[in-house]
């Protein structure tokens, strides 16, 4: 099971940022941040996805993709949602198209806080999203092989 | 897989996006394809629509600088500054020179951090993994100096109506341009990578050639244009210290994907001597005026962006709030182009074709 925990496969969706914290999650992931050194990649297809970035809040356009992106994720599964946006909606909560932030459609796991977040605090919001993940995947392992699917109720971590 | 309402017989329709491994942004097209190759594509938008042109009625017309920087947050000093100047036009404010030099230097820092941005996410769309980290590797060296100077890596807070919030000392801008040039000694490498090495030259080549005149037509700005041959430059318009300093437009005449690519690599090179050459002459004095009243009237302004012409324009009524913004950016402009471009390419060429545009989805659904 070491080997799973330093090896993070993430998928980024971005809801309704403005690019800021985007570009900075891909800033994480080139060299001078470099995320690879905790085993973390990025993967197009959620459905091997271990970790979920969010940017931006939720709107009525793409809280269906959300959702789906969500689901389409295997368990043991976290979400880290990036900036003042994914919080609240930040400078736009007061937009008629902004509903507010990531956990009006799916469970929230990390707030990582900033608005453009800073690659430093989103590595620190990955991290602290393993360990989570980590402790799902042991409680999924030692829970019952036919109670498995209600032990992990993501959205009681909240 | 023929089966797809939409499609004709032997036709299918593949999405493509929202959710997109190349792309970080959300932009949905749905392409029709004939075996591998794209006959329709059909863009679909509204995905990143937050509706923040009309937030400009809530709030106070100096605080709203702050939603104006984040409509995009790639080009978010111009974006700040276009909202300023059209603020600046209506109530007739003098930006003082340092000001108004100041600005000139951030602008041109934002089209060096945008165009290695868009160089490494290029190399990534055709697979270079290795050129993407290397570029993004040089690019955070402007973010370092976009830090120290006016204190954001991305959103830069710096643009206030009036003039610049931050006054950064001219050591500091002095120890800046040692920094870039160290960018300029990368982007030299990297460029040889970018036009010499085959196998890029076979992913850009002669792949979404744009001709001149439906370019034109079609009214693609920036370096989209630019790389058709049309010689287009908001900057010589002349705003801010640009009517005081000579620089060159690069224009390219084949119009495909590797025609663009030079075209912003050549602009890297000239956006960085431009900046030495604004620190060299950075005049003294304040930074920002004073901002008394509310502003009445109309204004607009037209700036040049990495990726092309926006244009800015504030109606207001004399009171705080001012009663309408909007804002055309150049994403918006060269979607029709792009699609163009498209139709009739290969399936394989369609990533490299939407991200040659340099596209910022988040400026155009604004």
Known sequence: MGGVERSIWIVHYDASSCNGCDIEVLACLTPVYDAERFGCIVTGDPKQADLLLVTGGVNNRNVEVLKSIYGQ??????????????????????????????????PVDVYVPGCAAKPESILDGVLRAAAILKERRVALRSAPRNAKKGSTEEGARR | ????????????????GPQHPVLPEPLHFDLTLQDEKVVDAIPQIGYIHRGLEMLVEKRDFTDYVHVAERICGICSFMHGMGYCEAIETIMDLTVPDRGRWLRTFWCELERVHSHLMWLGLAADAFGFENLFHATWRAREIV???????????????????????????????????????????????????????PTVRHRLEKVGVLGRGKAYALGAVGPMLRASGVDYDMRRKGYEAYPELTFATMVETSGD????????????????????EIVARMPGGPVAVPVKGAPEGEGWVRVEQPRGEALYFVRANGKRNPERFRVRTPTFANIPAMVEVMVGSQLADVPTIILTIDPCISCTER
């Open chain 1, 73 to 106: 994720m295997p368990e043991p599964r976290a979400v880290v949602a990036i900036g003042a946006c994914a919080y609240s909606g930040g400078v736009f909560s007061e937009c008629y198209n902004v509903c507010g932030g990531v956990a009006t459609a799916i």
């Open chain 2, 1 to 16: 897989m023929s089966g797809s309402p939409n499609a004709g017989p032997g036709l299918t329709v593949i999405p493509f």
């Open chain 2, 143 to 197: 973010l370092d100096v976009a830090e120290e100077t006016a204190g954001g890596r991305v959103i830069y807070g710096s643009c206030i109506v009036g003039g610049t919030s931050t006054n950064p000392e001219n050591e500091t801008l002095d120890r800046c341009v040692k920094e870039l040039s160290k960018v300029r000694a990368e982007t030299i490498r990297l460029a040889e990578v970018f036009i010499g090495e």
């Open chain 2, 257 to 276: 994907c590797m025609a663009r690519a030079k075209v912003r690599i050549r602009e890297i090179d000239e956006s960085l001597r431009l900046l030495g």
